[in-house]
């Protein structure tokens, strides 16, 4: 199974190859091109969506997209012939109100597992802690709605003390809240181990090396893998 972090890479080939042979084609290749269509199509059929939606975090920020977690995060499931391929949905500067707005769209596919990593700009920006939950929750009802049997990890966030303890505490608390509301798995803190540690994060301190998203990657992966 190979690699797919992008949208529509199986789906271009497959179309490539069903559009027909050229007429200087000799049978035999004909017949091998025939072949291959047939095992792409099998392998897109039997595979099941994973969707990381989130924000720089996800996205891999600095780092080749291959580099960030749920590239990695593939990497683990391709190393262990399972049928699942990931899809890396993060956007730099997304905050939840943004990405309200564009999971309907995302959710015109089939996804089998969601997983969930908003809010850390929110906490960020000091945007009200009601707006951020409210916007967290619609973003599970709409996912929910496209598709009630999905699986939903949603991934825990923290934020630095400028905001004060009652504003960081708080926003700390939303995200086991919304887990056990909405019946969702829950990654306890996405960056631990790699958040406040200057080796592993960019020189702006906030998104992580290849290293921290090695370690990223093991945090989502020990919720993640008994899901699959």
């Not at 400028?162 to 509301?181: H, S």
Request: net charge negative.
């Amino acid at each position: 199974m190979r690699t797919m972090l992008k949208f529509c890479y199986l789906f271009t080939l497959i179309v490539f190859f069903s559009c027909g042979e050229a007429p200087a084609k000799k049978e035999i290749d004909a017949d091998a091109e025939t072949s291959i269509t047939e095992e792409e199509k099998a392998s897109t059929i039997n595979s099941k969506t994973i969707l990381f939606f989130g924000n720089s975090l996800t996205a891999g920020m600095g780092l080749e997209p291959e580099k960030a977690f749920p590239g990695i995060i593939q990497e683990k499931i391709d190393s262990l012939d399972l049928q699942y391929r990931v899809i890396n949905a993060g956007l730099s500067g997304e905050t939840t109100a943004s990405g309200e707005n564009r999971i309907d769209w995302l959710m015109n596919q089939q996804v089998d597992i969601f997983v969930l990593e908003l809010g850390a700009n929110d906490g960020l920006r000091g945007i009200p802690l009601s707006e951020t939950k409210e916007n967290l929750q619609a973003i599970i009802d709409a996912v929910k709605t496209k598709n009630p049997n999905i699986k939903i990890i949603l991934a825990g966030m923290q934020i630095p003390p400028n905001m004060g303890p009652d504003y960081t505490t708080e926003f700390r608390q939303i995200f086991p809240v919304l887990a056990q509301k909405n019946d969702a798995y829950l990654i306890p803190f996405l960056l631990e181990n790699v958040a406040g540690i200057p080796a592993l994060n960019q020189s702006d301190g906030i998104h992580p090396t290849e290293e921290g998203q090695r370690i990223v990657a093991q945090n989502v992966w020990s919720i993640l893998r008994p899901i699959l």
